[in-house]
């Protein structure tokens, strides 16, 4: 939240202006799981990667987001009507929800959280507060459809 490193001047109509702490403890949460996710990424799951091979996953989210903001008429221009703690605990939820495999017992989860890591760090990367804000400019209304849209197509697979 400084103003070096923190939101860009304009960028959401409410909740990023007011240095609350509750808003701080969200933002350093949300970047520390970002952190970590990239370091999981790096060393454990694609150690030897070469950077040029991809890899697909069920979800195609930036063609989600491109629909969204036309759907949506979203002007990048205006500010967004998102609030930082709402979009952090409304990609946390979906996350949650994204299930390949049900069961209660320690093995499933463990199945469960291991099948769907890879959909996890992708949705947390490319929904986090920041990107949603600043770089697409999403309106709660908005949000709310692609975190269905996500929910669909990857229980769709």
């Not at 002007?75 to 209660?104: C, F, M, W």
């Amino acid at each position: 939240m400084d103003g070096k490193s923190g939101f860009l001047p304009n960028t959401s109509q409410i909740g990023v202006g007011d240095n609350s702490l509750e808003l701080q403890m969200k933002l350093d949460e949300e970047y520390n799981e970002l952190l970590n996710d990239r370091r999981l990424l790096r060393e454990f799951i694609f150690p030897q990667a070469d950077g040029l091979t991809p890899h697909y996953l069920p979800v195609n989210l930036h063609r989600i987001i491109q629909n969204t903001t036309q759907i949506f008429h979203i002007d990048k221009r205006k500010p967004s009507d998102l609030e930082p703690v709402y979009t952090i605990e409304a990609v946390q939820q979906l996350n949650n929800r994204l299930a390949v495999i049900i069961g209660d017992d320690p093995l499933m989860r463990e199945v469960q959280a291991n099948s769907s890591l890879m959909v996890r760090v992708y949705v947390r990367a490319t929904l986090a507060a920041h990107c949603l804000l600043e770089q697409f400019h999403l309106s709660r209304q908005a949000l709310d459809w692609v975190l269905g849209e996500i929910e669909a197509k990857f229980n769709s697979h």
